[in-house]
C-alpha cells in the first residue's frame, strides 16, 4: 500500500485527538431537539397502532386504493415539519412514481395490441432442459400437492406468494421517508427493472403452466394437468378477504405476463438493496433465501415456468449491475475532477508490487 | 455499506480554494482523503448551502464536484438561534450536524473536537471562539441573516 494512503490513514483519516483528555460530549446536547421529531415519531406510533388495529378486524390491505392512501399517509407523516424544499422534492417523486405505475399499467393494453405470438412451448422447452426431461411444475405438485390437506408448506409457500404485493410498498414507503438519495437509488433500480419487464411482457408473451396445462378454457394441455391452488394456504391462515380480491384482481390482469417473472424479481430486489446494510452474513443468507422460496412456491402453485424466475433474478442483478457501474462512474469523474484541479493524487489505487 | 456522511464547514472550504490561506494545504491533505473516502463509496461530503452559494460555478464544478448541497432552511435558522456557540455560522453547522445525522465534519475549527465527532480538522490552532462551556449562561441570540432571495448556486 502507498505511503500517501498509510500516511492518509494515520494522520489525516484519524479523527483529530487534540482533546481527547476532554469528555466528549453529543452533539445532541448543545443543540436544541426538533419538536417535529416527537410529533413524527407519535404519529408513526399512532399508525403502526392503526394498522395493526386494522389488520386484525378488517383483514390486510391489498386493494390499490387502500394501499396508496396507507403509503401516503405514511410518507406525509414522515415529512411533517421537514422543509419546503423537501416537500418539493416529494410532489416530483410523487409524480415520477405514479407516472411509473401508469406505464407499467398501459403496459397490457400495449401488449394487447402489439400481438407478438404466444410463446407456450418454448419456456416449457428450456425447464425441461434445465431439469433433464422433467417438468419441474408437475413433478413439485405431484411431490407435494395434496387436495384434501392443506400442509404448512403449503402456507409458508401462500404468504410467500403474496409477500409480492406487500414487501415492496412498505421497502419503498421506508425508503421514501428515511432518504430522498436512497430513494432515488432504489427507485432507478426498480424503475429500469420495471421497463424491461414491461418490454418483456409485450414482445414476448408467455402462457404460465397453469395455462399451458389447461384442458378448459385454453386447451394446450402441453403438460400434465395442474391445480392452480396459490390461494389456498393463505386463505387458510385467515386471509380470505385478501385473496378473494387477488383472485378478482386477475381478472383485469394480463395473463400471460409470466416472462419474466416479478414476482420472483421484487423477492430478490428488495433483499439485495438491502443486503449490504445487513452486518451478520448469517442473516445475509436468510435474506437470499427468500427469493429461493419464491421461486419454488411459484412453480408450486404452477405460476410460473423456472426460467421466467431466473430470467427475473437476472434483470435484478443485470439493473444492479448496471446502475452500480454508472454510480461508481460519477464518483470517479467527480473525483476526478477535484484531484485535477488541486494537484492530488488518487491515494486509494492499489500498488502492484513489482 | 452505508456511506458516512461528512459535513464541510465554510472554514474548510476557504481554506481549500484558496492558494494563499495559511491551512490550504493541510486541507488538501485532509480533502484529498475524504475524496479517496467518496470515490471509494465510504463517504458523501456535503457543505451547507450557504456555504456553497459564495463560491463560484467553476469552483462547484471542480474543486467542489464530489460535495452535495445541505439545504440550509429557515427552521435551522430558527433552530441556530437556540444554540450556544461561538457564531452563526458555527451554530447553523451544530444544527446541520445534528437535524442531518451527520458525525464528520471537516473544518479549521477546533471548536468542534469537544463534540463526540469525528473532526477532520486542518491545522491544530487554537478555537476560533470560546469552548461552548467557557460562554455565560443563557443562549447567545445571533442576528442570523434573513433568507436571501432565491438565486442559483451553479448546480
Not at chain 1, 391462515?237 to 385478501?242: E, T, Y
Not at chain 1, 452474513?281 to 405460476?303: D, H, N, Q, R
Not at chain 2, 456555504?51 to 440550509?72: F, G, K, N, Q
Request: with cysteine; glycine share 6%.
Amino acid at each position: 500500500m502507498s505511503e500517501t494512503l498509510e500516511r492518509a490513514q494515520t494522520q489525516v483519516g484519524a479523527p483529530t485527538e487534540t482533546d481527547s483528555f476532554r469528555p466528549k460530549r453529543p452533539i445532541s446536547d448543545a443543540v436544541p431537539l426538533d419538536p417535529w421529531y416527537v410529533v413524527r415519531m407519535v404519529l408513526f406510533g399512532a399508525y403502526a397502532v392503526a394498522y395493526v388495529w386494522w389488520f386484525i378486524t378488517e383483514g390486510l390491505i391489498i386493494d390499490r386504493i387502500s394501499v396508496g392512501i396507507s403509503v401516503i399517509v405514511f410518507i406525509l407523516i414522515g415529512h411533517l415539519g421537514r422543509p419546503v424544499r423537501r416537500w418539493g422534492w416529494l410532489l416530483f417523486d410523487l409524480a415520477c412514481y405514479c407516472v411509473m405505475w401508469f406505464c407499467y399499467e398501459q403496459s397490457r393494453g400495449w401488449a394487447d395490441r402489439a400481438g407478438f405470438d404466444l410463446q407456450v412451448e418454448a419456456p416449457r422447452n428450456i425447464d425441461r432442459f434445465l431439469f433433464l426431461g422433467t417438468d419441474p411444475n408437475v413433478w413439485m405438485q405431484r411431490q407435494f400437492y395434496d387436495p384434501k390437506t392443506i400442509h404448512w408448506y403449503d402456507n409458508v409457500a401462500s404468504t410467500t406468494y403474496f409477500t409480492h404485493f406487500i414487501f415492496p410498498v412498505i421497502a419503498i414507503a421506508v425508503v421514501w421517508v428515511t432518504s430522498h438519495r436512497e430513494w432515488a437509488r432504489f427507485m432507478k433500480r426498480f424503475a429500469s427493472l420495471l421497463i424491461v419487464a414491461c418490454a418483456g411482457f409485450v414482445l414476448l408473451p408467455t402462457a404460465p403452466p397453469w395455462m399451458a396445462a389447461d384442458r378448459k378454457t385454453y386447451h394446450y394441455q402441453i403438460i400434465a394437468p395442474l391445480a392452480r391452488h396459490t390461494g389456498r394456504g393463505f386463505r387458510d391462515l385467515g386471509m380470505k378477504g385478501f385473496v378473494n380480491q387477488w383472485q378478482s384482481a386477475l381478472d383485469w390482469g394480463n395473463a400471460v405476463a409470466a416472462m419474466p417473472s416479478l414476482h420472483s424479481a421484487f423477492s430478490l430486489f428488495v433483499p439485495a438493496f438491502f443486503l449490504p446494510r445487513i452486518k451478520w452474513k448469517w442473516l445475509k443468507a436468510v435474506v437470499l433465501c427468500f427469493p429461493v422460496i419464491m421461486l419454488t412456491s411459484l412453480v408450486y402453485f404452477g405460476e410460473h415456468w423456472v426460467i421466467d424466475g431466473l430470467v427475473g433474478w437476472t434483470l435484478v442483478g443485470l439493473s444492479f449491475l448496471f446502475w452500480g457501474w454508472f454510480e461508481n462512474r460519477q464518483r470517479r469523474v467527480r473525483a476526478g475532477r477535484a484531484r485535477v484541479i488541486l494537484g492530488i493524487s488518487g491515494n486509494i489505487k492499489p500498488v502492484v508490487a513489482p | 455499506m452505508k456511506q458516512r456522511p461528512i459535513l464541510i464547514d465554510g472554514g474548510f472550504v476557504a481554506a481549500l480554494v484558496d492558494d494563499d490561506h495559511s491551512l490550504h494545504a493541510a486541507a488538501i491533505e485532509i480533502y484529498g482523503y475524504l475524496i479517496d473516502e467518496f470515490q471509494a463509496n465510504r463517504m458523501r461530503l456535503f457543505s451547507p448551502s450557504t456555504v456553497l452559494r459564495t463560491c463560484s460555478r467553476d469552483v462547484r464544478r471542480s474543486t467542489l464536484a464530489p460535495v452535495e448541497t445541505m439545504w440550509v432552511a429557515r427552521q435551522h435558522r430558527t433552530a441556530a438561534k437556540h444554540v450556544t456557540a461561538p457564531s452563526a455560522d458555527v451554530a447553523i453547522v451544530m444544527v446541520l450536524l445534528q437535524r442531518e445525522r451527520c458525525r464528520g465534519l471537516a473544518t479549521t475549527d477546533a471548536f468542534y473536537d469537544q463534540f463526540d465527532l469525528a473532526v477532520y480538522r486542518a491545522g491544530s490552532g487554537e478555537p476560533v471562539g470560546p469552548a461552548a462551556d467557557q460562554l455565560p449562561d443563557g443562549y447567545f441570540n445571533y442576528e442570523i441573516e434573513p433568507l436571501p432571495a432565491r438565486q442559483s448556486t451553479g448546480e
